[in-house]
């Protein structure tokens, strides 16, 4: 039953209990029943006024039941609302909590709980400082409390609180006083919420916006990213650099301001495309602020917004001038390799032709008598080829196949014992100045090709400047580094020496410094250079190890730069002279030479200097003498490349019978060409062209060498 039925029935009850009362008072004091003192025999007015009485108790009953009705739904209402607000509370995934005035912890809900890992009940009543927060924040935080407490406004703030298990996690706060009846704080209401993930998550996307950034403002690379207009909205420092504009000149430009010529008809192209949403990657001028054209690859694509629409283009520019460079320079550097192996193919059955002639003249010479009227032109064949040896060996040089004896060295003496002879080459008129470089590192090189180069330089120097100037030769010691490694795509990553070598002449433009190093090229008359000079230097540099530079500008002298690997070896002292050698003997010898001309000539020179030769016109012929030759050989002379089988696959075979047999090869080339084809560096070469007694003395050499051992 409820409430307000049970209020209407007592008060209904009460009336009753008034009528029934007062008509037992009247019956006993009149002395009647009490049936006729209730409703009989009761005058009219004394009964109205009871029925009065009774209607008074049912309204009041009414009145008091509809009051207790109201009642009870406003207080159903309120346990409701209560109910509902600590369940928003229990459930809410943010932390509620309640201080008392002196900052001793009140409540807070279960959200708090599982990020504390305490209680409520564990710590109910305590100090809230002390129990949560880091001691390092105790004298801020209260400090803020304070101040909280006596402002009923909501303040914000960021702190940790340190859980249960000792971590740290950061909670961003707004708090309220709380205040009694009477006005006053009786605490604060705080409520907070975990922050720590979203901390974590901004501190990392701000790390990675500024690697980003740090990325996109220090890469090489150029970056522009326009509107869909064609206005400049961003550019970073290199396209600065690269440009030579300042980042504010360049933002809000066209585009199409950065290009001319056909480049801007290729722009225009390639900007249709990114907005019809296609990338590209092309080649393209862009025109600096200083107007020099700069070769660069652009790589771009369009930017599109989130609805899918584009709204402009980005783009990745990289300056190729030192990648053209390197380009033109490899060009030329495989030009140079092209002509070198032409030019060393060439002097090289040069030579064998040289060899017979000079050979002849040699023996004719021997022959003939003093008196005899041919001597004097049979000489002057023999000087027209020695003059021609001269030139295949230059060519041989350019090539990088000529011989060599290299030998350890310091450039520093070398010029200190060449300053007299090179004064008197380049004239009075022309200044000469040494600087050497204070404990200069030693090289490993021929000495004969370095003074021969030094002197084809000064040389050069000299006929540039007719008028007078200056000749300096500097040297130094180098430790390249990575601009000069890619500068110079042979270089090794090794301590050089470099021998610098300057004129104040004419100098030379780019288009002669393309072309400088051919063979025959020479700037000079006619009559007045073989163009062979600089082809020499060229080919005895790179096959020492070594890389050479030019630099040079019309008007205004030139510089080479040697540059040979630098060697821990010391010089030797000057070799004492061989004795003088008997060049006769009676021992075998087996001639192998495809050239017969060639051949026709050693085994007429060995055959009369006693020796007793067999020989073959090339090692299908040599094999079966080698090998079922009833007698002893002592020595077999063969050229290097011959066809079918090589001088070096014939001496392998002929070695398993004949193992004590020496061994002469003899070639154009030098033992360094012929390195991966099995020549050893310590087998004997003679390198063509050579003469008879220097055949002689070859031979004499090995056959004796063999019988001391």
């Known amino acids: 039953m409820k409430t307000e039925h049970k209020v209407f029935i007592l008060f209904l009850v009460a009336g009753l209990a008034v009528w029934v009362l007062e008509a037992s008072f009247e019956a006993v004091w ?5 049936g006729a003192a209730l409703l009989f025999d009761v005058p009219l007015h004394q009964l109205c006024a009871r029925f009065i009485s009774l209607g008074f108790f049912i309204v009041f009953g009414f009145v008091a039941a509809v009051y207790a009705a109201q009642r009870r ?51 109910k009543g305590k100090d809230w400082f002390t129990t949560f927060l880091p001691a390092r924040d105790h004298a801020k935080i209260r400090n803020l409390f304070s101040k909280a407490i006596n402002d009923i406004q909501t303040r914000g703030n960021v702190n940790p609180i340190v859980t249960k298990d000792g971590r740290e996690r950061l909670i961003g706060w707004y708090d309220k006083a709380i205040k009694g009846a009477d006005g006053k704080t009786i605490g604060l209401l705080a409520v907070g919420q975990d922050i720590t993930e979203r901390e974590k998550a901004i501190e990392a996307l701000t790390a990675s916006e500024r690697r980003y950034r740090r ?5 090489n690379e150029g970056l522009g990213v326009r509107d869909k207009d064609g206005r400049i909205t961003y550019v970073n420092d290199s396209l600065c650099r690269m440009l030579g504009y300042s980042r504010q000149e360049l933002i809000g430009r066209d585009v199409m301001s950065l ?5 801007k008809n290729i722009l225009r192209e390639q900007v249709a495309k990114h907005d019809a949403g296609q990338t590209s990657t092309y080649e393209i001028n862009l025109t600096s602020k200083d107007g020099l054209q700069i070769p660069t690859l652009v790589s771009a694509q369009p930017i599109f917004d989130s609805e899918g629409n584009i709204e402009g283009g980005f783009a990745v520019i990289t300056d190729l001038t030192e990648y053209k460079k390197l380009e033109a320079e490899l060009r030329h550097a495989h030009k140079m390799e092209a002509i070198g192996r032409l030019a060393g193919g060439v002097a090289h059955d040069f030579n064998n032709q040289l060899t017979v002639i000079k050979g002849y003249c040699d023996l004719l010479l021997g022959k003939l008598p003093k008196s005899n009227q041919s001597r004097t032109a049979i000489g002057e064949i023999r000087t027209a080829g020695e003059r021609a040896a001269k030139l295949t060996s230059q060519l041989l040089a350019f090539g990088r196949k000529q011989v060599l004896r290299p030998e350890a060295m310091n450039l520093n003496e070398v010029l200190s014992q060449m300053y007299n002879p090179l004064a008197r080459l380049i004239g009075e008129d022309i200044e000469l100045k040494v600087i050497p470089a204070p404990e200069l590192g030693n090289v490993k090189a021929d000495p004969i090709q370095v003074e021969q180069a030094i002197m084809n330089l000064a040389t050069n120097a000299r006929d540039a400047m007719p008028n007078g100037g200056k000749f300096t ?7 390249p580094d990575i601009k000069h490694l890619c500068r110079y795509p042979d270089a090794k990553p090794v301590p050089y020496v470099m021998l610098a070598i300057s004129d104040t002449g004419e100098g ?3 288009q002669t410094l393309q072309t400088i190093f051919e063979p025959f090229f020479t700037t000079k008359e006619v009559g007045k250079g073989t163009g062979l000079g600089l082809a ?27 540059y040979l690997p630098r060697v821990k070896a010391q010089p030797r002292g000057s070799k004492p002279l061989a004795p003088a050698m008997s060049y006769r003997g009676t021992e075998t010898v087996l001639v192998v030479e495809d050239q017969e001309p060639l051949r026709d000539l050693i085994v007429h020179e060995l055959r009369d200097r006693g020796y007793t030769v067999l020989e073959a016109a090339n090692a299908l012929e040599a094999l079966p003498l080698g090998e079922h030759y009833a007698k002893p050989i002592d020595l077999l002379i063969t050229d290097v490349v011959m066809p ?23 070639s154009g080339y030098s033992a360094e060409a012929y390195a991966g084809r099995g020549v050893r560096n310590d087998d004997e070469l003679l390198q063509k062209p050579f003469t008879p007694d220097e055949l002689a003395a070859a031979v004499r050499k090995l056959l004796d060498s063999a019988k001391k051992a």
Do not use: C
Request: no cysteine.
């Open 536 to 562: 020499m230097v060229y080919g005895f540099v790179r096959q020492s190890g070594g890389h050479i530079d030019v630099a040079s500008k019309a008007g205004r002298g030139t510089t080479f730069k040697i």
């Open 473 to 479: 030769i500097k040297t130094a010691n180098i430790k």
């Open 259 to 263: 290009t001319d010529g056909i480049s």
């Open 644 to 666: 079918g089988t090589s001088g070096v696959e014939l001496v392998d075979r002929l070695r398993g019978v004949r193992p004590h047999m020496q061994v002469l090869y003899i």
């Open 508 to 510: 030379m433009d780019k």
């Open 73 to 123: 739904r406003a207080a159903k209402a309120l346990r409701e609302e209560r109910d509902l607000a600590e369940g928003l509370i229990e459930t809410a995934q943010t932390i509620v909590l309640v201080l008392d005035a002196k900052g001793r912890i009140v409540r807070f809900n279960r959200y708090m709980e599982e990020i504390s890992g305490y209680r409520l009940a564990e710590v």
């Open 215 to 219: 990325l996109v403002e220090t890469m």
């Open 30 to 34: 009149q002395g009647e029943t009490l």
